[in-house]
């Protein structure tokens, strides 16, 4: 496995693996798929940010990516970010997540960031302890603040402090 930054030439797998979240799970809240166009204005809004969209590379393929950005808009919250994390169901299991968090989380704090959200459904519990395992504590619990395939969904907020 290869965790780099993510190029131009990996937006029809950035694509692929963002659709399939899309339709398949409750990880983005997003009920429509989008196109080819969308995935590379996202990319460029984040290379022009300054905020990292790593891939993770399995044998020559891209099967997975992570990034953060902003938490909210104001610049007030300037320092903290939050993390996205997805992952192509066929590379499940094989520790993707693990490498492109740690990754994630070495940018964060060399970029001078203070604190990193995660914001999960609260069902995946195997992104809560991903994140609670590199030491993201549970601060707050949304109940049915979204829905998906005809059923509410609760966030569960996760906090990492990045300070040394």
Not at 40 to 53: I, S
């Amino acid at each position: 496995m290869i965790v780099r930054e993510a190029i131009d030439a990996d937006l029809p797998a950035l694509l692929a693996i963002h659709n399939e979240a899309v339709r398949t799970t409750t990880a983005i809240w997003d009920e429509h798929e989008v196109g080819l166009d969308d995935r590379r204005e996202w990319l460029h809004t984040r290379q022009q940010g300054a905020f990292p969209v790593l891939v993770a590379e399995v044998d020559g393929e891209v099967a997975a990516y992570a990034t953060y950005g902003p938490w909210r808009p104001k610049t007030g919250y300037r320092h903290t970010v939050e993390n996205s994390l997805y992952v192509h169901s066929t590379f499940h299991g094989r520790g993707l997540a693990s490498a492109l968090l740690d990754a994630l989380l070495t940018r964060a704090r060399t970029s001078g960031h203070h604190r990193m959200m995660a914001m999960i459904e609260s069902s995946n519990s195997i992104s809560i302890g991903l994140h609670a395992r590199r030491g993201f504590v549970v601060v707050g619990q949304m109940d049915e603040v979204g829905t998906k395939f005809g059923r509410w969904l609760d966030l569960t907020i996760m906090q990492l402090d990045l300070s040394d």
